[in-house]
Every structure is written in structure tokens, then in C-alpha cells.
């Protein structure tokens, strides 16, 4: 829900309170920046919360705008999603990032895994599982290695549809994650007739942990819910010493945040895996 009514509205200049670009405007120049390479992922390490260790990235995507700079994801992904232009650029993400991790495992980090996160019109629109299938044997990674994160608004739509292509996505050997958990309006025990496998709490959750008594016993709850159904727990938006606390208390299993690490490019995340940082 948080996501709603951001759209058009975010080509406001709103100090000005001006239209700064009309949105057939930036709807070319998006074309425009996927033909042109203007697209890139930047990567956000996540990590074991018992070895310390990275295990996996979720690529991020973000769009190098000649003259402007570097815009986030919230910026145009909702336009994206709304003219279907998500369908070619999803692609495009799945692709780059499988290609980025098969280029980790050939360097020897074999372990690693990727994240990429998956718009539900993409569900709709696209026969995923055969998408999937396709690029894991491009780029040469084993279907384990990659994870899709989904939002509960994927799960929403069409339920038959969704839980067939989400079953085909398991019999590949894929991970489910389910996404900003806790923002939405279902409980864990209702999400779990999908076959998602596991579950991030939401940064709003996490940033709460250390500064109101209600906002920690609500993750403490999420993260033994989540346990009881044998799912694996990760933190999102881990920014303190004493949120990462909170999490190994708690027993979450894995953590994501600035606190370790900012999405990087792929190449400065080549030298954090040389340099083997631990938390
Ligand atoms: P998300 O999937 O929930 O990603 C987490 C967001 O939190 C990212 O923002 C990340 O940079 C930010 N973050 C990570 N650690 C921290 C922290 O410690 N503190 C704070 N305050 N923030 C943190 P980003 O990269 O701007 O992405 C925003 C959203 O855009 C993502 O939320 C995701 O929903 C969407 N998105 C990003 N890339 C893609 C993509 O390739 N496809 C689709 N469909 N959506 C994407
Ligand atoms: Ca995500
Ligand atoms: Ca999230
Ligand atoms: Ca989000």
C-alpha cells in the first residue's frame, strides 16, 4: 500500500510545484535508457548471521540518466510497471544479474547467491518459469543460486496462475522469497499456502527494533512465526549495532543493510569479496 499514488506525482518538482517533464517524456528517454545501456544494477551483500559471512546479493536496479544522475528505482519503476515497459526491463535485470553472478562463480565465490526482485505484472505477462529456465542456462548457474523476491501483491492476482508459475519456479530449483513482509495485509500463515521459502522483514519493522518495546516483540513475533513455518528469516535496512543485536538475540537468520553495506556496482563488490569482509 505504501507503494500507491506515487507515480506521476513523483515528476512534480515539489518545491517548485511544477510539472518538471511530462510522462511520454520520461517514457521515451526509458526506452531510450534500456536500449542504451543506461541501466545498471548495483548489488547489496546479505549475510549469515551465524558465520558472519556473505552468502548472496540482491541486485538493485538504478538508472544512470545522462545529465541528471543517478536515479533510484522508486523513481521510475512505477511508470515502468504501469506502461509494461517492467516486462523488457525485468528481463534485463534477470539476465544481468544471473550473467554478474555466473562471473562471481567462475572467480571461485561458488557459494553466492542472487536476488532479484520480480514486479507482479511481470507474473502476469510473462511465463516466468520458462524465462527463468532460459537465462539460468545462458549465464550457466545453478537454479539454486538464484532467488526471486516478491511482493505480496504478486501473490494477490490471479491465484491460480501465480501458484502454478511459482510451483514451476520450485520443480526448477529456484528460491521464493517473499518480500517487505509485515507491510502488507496478510498473516504469515495465510502466505505460507504459497511455496515461498523465505521471508524478509521489512525495514520499517527493523528500524523499530531498538526504540519502542512494541516494535521489537512485533519482530520477535515475525521472526518465531516465520521459524514455526519453517521459514528462513532475513532482516532488511540493518542500519545500527544494536538493531544487528536485536536480530542474533533473536535468532533471524540473515541480514541485509547499510550498517554492513550501501548497494554497490559490481565492480567495487568485486574487491569487498576479494577483500572476504566479514561482519
Ligand atoms: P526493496 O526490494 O525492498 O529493496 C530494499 C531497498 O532498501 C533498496 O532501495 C535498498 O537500497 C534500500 N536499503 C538497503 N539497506 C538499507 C538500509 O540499511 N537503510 C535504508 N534506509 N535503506 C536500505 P532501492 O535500491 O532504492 O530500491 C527500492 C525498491 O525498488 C526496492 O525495494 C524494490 O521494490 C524496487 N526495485 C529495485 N530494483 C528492482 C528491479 O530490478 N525490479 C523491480 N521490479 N523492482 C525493483
Ligand atoms: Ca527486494
Ligand atoms: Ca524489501
Ligand atoms: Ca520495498
Redo the contacts with the bound molecule.
Keep these: 500500500a505504501k507503494d500507491k499514488g506515487r507515480n506521476a506525482y513523483q515528476f512534480y518538482n515539489h518545491k517548485m510545484g511544477v510539472l518538471v517533464e511530462e510522462r511520454a517524456e520520461i517514457e521515451h528517454a526509458l526506452h531510450q535508457a534500456l536500449a542504451q545501456g543506461e541501466l545498471e544494477l ?1 548489488y ?1 551483500p546479505k549475510v549469515n548471521l551465524v558465520s558472519g559471512k556473505i552468502y548472496g546479493m ?4 538504478r538508472w544512470r540518466r545522462p545529465g541528471i544522475g543517478l536515479v ?3 523513481r521510475f ?1 512505477p511508470l515502468a510497471e504501469e506502461t509494461g515497459m ?1 516486462i523488457a526491463i ?1 528481463e534485463w ?1 534477470l539476465r544481468t544479474a544471473c550473467a554478474q553472478l555466473g562471473v562471481w562463480h567462475a572467480y571461485g565465490f561458488a557459494h553466492l547467491t542472487m536476488a ?4 507482479a505484472r511481470q507474473f502476469r505477462q510473462v511465463d516466468m518459469p520458462q524465462l527463468v529456465r532460459a537465462v539460468l542456462a545462458d549465464c550457466g548457474v545453478p537454479a539454486h543460486c538464484l532467488e526471486l ?1 516478491l ?1 505480496e501483491s504478486v501473490l494477490m492476482q490471479n491465484r491460480d496462475l501465480v501458484v502454478r508459475a511459482l510451483e514451476q519456479l520450485k520443480e526448477i530449483g529456484v528460491t521464493l522469497a517473499l ?2 513482509f509485515g507491510t502488507g495485509y496478510s498473516s504469515l500463515s495465510y502466505l505460507k499456502q504459497f511455496p515461498i521459502d523465505v521471508v524478509k522483514i521489512d ?1 520499517s519493522f527493523i528500524h523499530d527494533v531498538t526504540d519502542s518495546v512494541d516494535g521489537a516483540s512485533l519482530t520477535r513475533s515475525i521472526i518465531a512465526m516465520a521459524k514455526s513455518l519453517h521459514l528462513a528469516t532475513v532482516a ?4 545500527t549495532e544494536g538493531q544487528l543485536g536485536f536480530l542474533n538475540t533473536n535468532h533471524c537468520d540473515a541480514m ?4 554492513f553495506s ?2 554497490l556496482p559490481g565492480a567495487e563488490m568485486d574487491l569487498m569479496l576479494y577483500a572476504g569482509t566479514r561482519l
Excluded: C, F, K
Design positions: 548495483h547489496q540482491e541486485a538493485l536496479l533510484p528505482p522508486d519503476i517492467i525485468g535485470v532479484v526482485n520480480v514486479s523476491e511482493t518480500d517487505d525495514q532488511e535496512g540493518v542500519e541485509q543493510g547499510y550498517y550501501r548497494p
